[in-house]
């Protein structure tokens, strides 16, 4: 070692010094490519990895935020269905919702001159219960009726008002014959809902 230290101290001043600059440029070479160069690579990998990560976490905060709203919203449509089948009654329920559709006839004075049910109307899941009615009242009874039957928890519609032959007794008020069409519904069981896909299928064949 002493020997190749004082052959570079006999080399004349400029052999020193390119020898000086080449040994410094081979050490920042071998810095570089072992140490540098490498840590350089993994450096921009954990930065590709640290760009994937927020863009992930973002990703998932918003998806848990959503997350928050789509339960929210299950609830509100849970809380809809749920008035939505305290509206519509099953089968068992119509005969009771007729009985108070008359019930309400009598109750605001009018003397029920037919009531009867019509076949019913069947939808995807629902089927409509129309009912004809024909009552024979004052006008303010009438108006009573229609009121009373509003107020039912049950959806009634009523449809296709007509009044006619007035008749009137001394002192009394005129009393009116009054017609109309009072349609409810009623939610389809899972029976018959299969029965009339079955009957369409076979219907467009």
Known sequence: MNELIERILELPARQRVLLLVGSVGFLFFVYAYFLYWPRG??????????????????????????LVQARQAV????????EAIAQLPDTKEIPDLLSNISDAGRASGLEIVQF????????DFYA?????????????????????????TRIVNVADIGMKSPATIEMDPVRLETACA????????????????????????
Do not use: H, M, W
């Open 41 to 66: 690579v993994a450096i921009d990998e954990k930065r590709e990895q640290l760009v994937a990560l927020t863009a992930d976490r973002d990703k998932k905060a918003k998806l848990a935020a959503n």
């Open 75 to 82: 609830e509100e449509l849970r809380g809809a269905l749920k």
């Open 116 to 123: 009867r049910q019509r076949p019913e109307q069947f939808k």
């Open 128 to 152: 409509e219960v129309p009912v004809e009615v024909l009552v024979r009242g004052t006008y303010f009874e009438v108006e009573s009726f229609f009121d009373r039957v509003s107020r039912l």
């Open 182 to 205: 009072a349609t409810t519904f009623r939610f389809l069981d899972e029976a018959e809902r299969e029965r009339l896909a079955k009957e369409r299928e076979k219907a467009k064949k």
